[in-house]
């Protein structure tokens, strides 16, 4: 696999870490990037975790044939609603928020030639500290990424994010998106339910 040209949208500590990581790899030849915050970009420039830093999500998706969204989940639809005009007609993207029911709903709502071309993903890491100074090529070696591709995805679509997710270290599964969240709610929740049995059989 080679990334000709890959454009990143959120410079911070997850998306940042991909990137690093990819280039560890050898299979990305070019990392555009954007973020909301210009001095994100502009350290990202500096530390070379992109090529060029963009002016806009627009600007930094032209000509990419991989995108990776690294922005909140409440931004997911507004950032997929500005670049899918300026996708090339094979462009592949892949997200990495921690819930995928709601990303599912915003690519469904914002993408239209694009749709089946979105495989969400979740890679499980991260650091007590954030920002793209914090960014490690290292970050996902030994984790899991969780793919909730949309039933009709081609094949051939989901196993290019697979290999993008395996580039970086991590072990590669599938669920659904309700299976995703159903999962991970249980499992954020479980330490809380825990904490208040304890906190209860002290009374």
């Known amino acids: 696999m ?6 990143l949208i959120g410079c911070g500590l997850i998306g940042g870490s991909v990137a690093l990581a990819l280039r560890r790899a050898g299979v990305v030849r070019h990392i555009s990037g954007y973020s909301l915050s210009p001095s994100s970009v502009a350290k990202a420039l500096e530390l070379g975790v992109i090529d060029e830093a963009c002016q806009s999500a ?3 998706v032209q000509q990419a044939d991989r995108v990776i969204l690294a922005v909140p989940v409440a931004a997911t639809e507004a950032v997929l609603r500005t670049i899918e005009p300026y996708l090339l007609p094979d462009t592949i993207i892949t997200d990495v928020g921690s819930t995928k029911r709601n990303v599912v709903d915003a690519a469904q709502n914002a993408l239209s030639s694009h749709l089946l071309q979105f495989v969400p993903a979740h890679p499980i890491a991260g650091k007590e500290a954030a920002g793209i100074e914090h960014a490690c090529a290292d970050l996902f070696l030994g984790k899991r990424a969780i793919l ?3 039933p009709n995805t081609p094949k051939a679509t989901v196993d290019a994010i697979r290999e993008i997710w395996a580039s970086t270290g991590c072990s590669v599964h599938e ?3 309700q299976e995703h969240d159903s999962t991970f709610a249980a499992v954020s929740h479980l330490p809380h339910l825990l904490a208040f049995a304890y906190m209860n059989g002290l009374h």
């Open 2 to 7: 080679t990334i000709q040209r890959l454009a």
């Open 58 to 60: 627009a600007q930094a």
């Open 148 to 150: 909730t591709p949309l």
């Open 175 to 177: 669920l659904t998106p």
